[in-house]
């Protein structure tokens, strides 16, 4: 598949989809799962995602709507806000 159309965000989101659900393990999956989303981001040349603490819930949510909704249309939603999110966050502080 060739991916050079689609933004290295959704590929990454998909992937998380993928690898969660193909290790439905109640510890550790999540991390590794968001340790190999972050490695696919930096491959591609992009910032890494990091999900703050009080975005947990929402996080968890969107990854609940994959199987209630079967679409992964709110985690990739998730990932290009928390994305956007963190760069305005990171800009702020530069022009302090």
Do not use: C, W
């Amino acid at each position: 598949m060739d991916t050079g159309d689609i933004h290295p965000i959704i590929i990454a989101a998909k992937f998380h989809v993928f690898y969660e659900y193909l290790h439905p393990f109640r510890d550790g999956n999540g991390r590794l799962g968001r340790m190999f989303t972050n490695f696919i981001l930096l491959k591609k040349d992009q910032p890494i995602l990091i999900i703050p603490r009080e975005k947990r819930e929402e996080y968890i949510s969107a990854l609940r709507f994959i199987r209630k909704e079967r679409t992964d249309k709110y985690l990739i939603d998730f990932f290009f806000n928390t994305a956007i999110e963190r760069m305005q966050s990171e800009i702020e502080e530069k022009t302090i």
